[in-house]
């Protein structure tokens, strides 16, 4: 056991865990899309876990960096806040939010982090990016949403971990990037048990479909 | 999944079979993945939905995984090559001097995106980055010849140059062909 201090409270932890894991398992809240428990090199990508610590002069990602004993965390400067507040507006300019529509529980994550950091759900002073994708695409046992999909990449890695012949990917680049499926054998692929990709992730981009019905 | 086109499957078949034959050249790792597929592409002029499964199984990937990697790349085409191909550039110097546009137009008139080719197999369009001559911008090349200074009323030329061509092919052919119509 270790102990590290986080906004001025003590809490205890273990060695080797990040300090993200560390504060979430002690109730503290730090805004995060792409991190996955299971994964060992984190993505890092979403960038929207930064803390200030003692042992950095700048922010860092709480995903990628390990507690040790005496640490000082700090998850509320101003300094980090900038630095989410950038990120989750990047993130905002590619997610249209459809709050009316959307089937994920509310509120959402990306509604708990914009409340957490104090800001909209626009992407206000960035522009709404227009990306050249479908609006839904049929992945055979559930339904893609591009539109709402932040590019975490959880999906893609649960499911590299649960199946051996990972059936989902992503494709393409840049702002054209999709998750999807490739192969002629997709109609025998382990999905209706599994499930771990839909319930991964964080913004309803991945819709079960709903079950045949019996008529 | 949905950007592999329909083709004659004995077309496909042969492509398999070539590449079967050409695979043992490289080392069964997923590093030979890239080699892999461009050697594809240059014997074949593009990879179809078949030679990357076939890659797959070779490599003992995932099909998925090759058509991440595949689809990531600019050089890879999923479309086989058109018997016209026109390239679009948009390089800076073309992006800035509405390469885009022009980019629009074919892909209008032919009712395709850019990396797609015609159902009838007659036109391709692509998109490609600086060709080397920013001075003509907006530049298009057509089966090989560079245009410059393109412009939305050249593509429509081009069109109808590409059907005044295909009609005078199509009455030499039927000249040509005993018993075809023929004017006396
Ligand atoms: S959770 Fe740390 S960067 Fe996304
Ligand atoms: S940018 Fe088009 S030729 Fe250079």
């Known amino acids: ?215 | 999944m949905n950007s592999v086109p329909t083709q004659t499957e004995t077309e496909e078949r042969e492509m398999i079979e070539a590449i079967e034959a050409m695979l043992p050249r490289f080392a069964k790792h997923r590093s030979a993945l890239i080699p892999i597929l461009q050697a594809v592409q240059q014997e074949h002029g593009y990879l179809s939905g078949g030679a990357m499964e076939r890659v797959a199984e070779y490599l003992e990937i995932s099909p998925s995984e090759v058509y991440g990697v595949a689809t990531f790349y600019n050089q890879f085409r999923f479309h086989p090559p058109g018997r016209h191909q026109i390239k679009v550039c948009l390089g800076t110097a073309c992006h800035v001097a509405g390469g885009d546009i022009i980019l629009e137009n074919f892909e209008r008139k032919l009712g395709i995106r850019a990396g797609e080719t015609t159902p009838d197999r007659e036109y391709s369009v692509e998109r490609v980055a600086c060709v080397g001559c920013c001075a003509l911008a907006p530049v298009a090349i057509v089966d090989g010849t560079v245009l410059g200074h393109m412009q939305p009323s050249r593509v429509e030329g081009l069109f109808v140059q590409f059907q005044v061509e295909r009609e005078r092919e199509e009455r030499e052919k039927a000249e040509r062909e005993p018993g075809g119509e023929q004017d006396a």
């Open chain 1, 1 to 215: 056991m270790i102990r590290i201090t986080v906004d001025g409270k003590e809490i205890q932890t273990e060695q080797g865990k990040t300090i993200l894991q560390a504060c979430l398992e002690n109730g503290i809240y730090i805004p995060n899309l792409c991190f996955l428990e299971t994964r060992e090199q984190p993505r890092a990508s979403c960038r929207l876990c930064f803390v200030e610590t003692s042992d950095a002069e700048r922010p860092v990602t709480a995903c990628t960096e390990t507690v040790r004993d005496g640490l000082d965390v700090r998850t509320n400067t101003e300094a980090v806040r900038r630095l989410q507040r950038t990120a989750f507006k990047l993130i905002m300019s590619a997610h249209h939010c459809t709050p009316k529509t959307c089937p994920v529980a509310k509120p959402c994550q990306l509604m708990r982090i914009a409340r957490h950091i104090q800001v909209g759900l626009n992407p206000r002073p960035l522009e709404t990016l227009e990306r050249d994708v479908q609006e839904e695409v049929d992945l055979t046992f559930f339904t893609y949403y591009p539109f709402r999909c932040v590019m975490c990449g959880k999906c893609v890695d649960v499911c590299r971990d649960r199946n051996e012949r990972n059936p989902l990917t992503f494709a393409k680049r840049g702002f054209d990037t999709v998750v999807t499926f490739f192969g002629s054998g997709a109609s025998n692929l382990p999905c209706d048990d599994c499930g771990a990709c839909v319930a991964v992730c964080p913004t309803g981009a991945l819709i079960p479909k709903p079950p045949p019905s019996e008529s």
